[in-house]
């Protein structure tokens, strides 16, 4: 199992609301992961410095892109994770040119060691 997430949005988008998920996404690194065992999963993930922050939307202090995934890399180093996280200077939301530059090794990352399969004649 492998992951590539380029911004990713661990931050509570919930709508609507869920009593079983009060905070949304940010309660994968908040709660989920951290009570939850390790799972056999190799993962990639980067956040520009420039990434999305809207404290207007909702004053929740859950809404900010960079310290969200800044936590869910706390919590994948704590469980023991395979991971790897970038955190890219001058760079916004998915942001284009970051995308090429790393994308490659994202990709070599993330399928390093995986089994050969036979081809099928």
Known sequence: RRVLSYSGTFVNQQWPFSPETP???WGFHESLIPNSPA???R???EVGDRDLY???SMRDNMHDWVIANENMAKVLAAKG???QFLFVRNAGHCD???KEQTLPEALEYLWQDYPKMPAKL
């Open 23 to 25: 905070h949304g996404a």
């Open 39 to 41: 799972k056999p999963i």
């Open 43 to 45: 993962i990639w993930m």
């Open 54 to 56: 809207n404290p207007n």
């Open 81 to 83: 994770y395979t991971y």
């Open 96 to 98: 284009r040119l970051m």
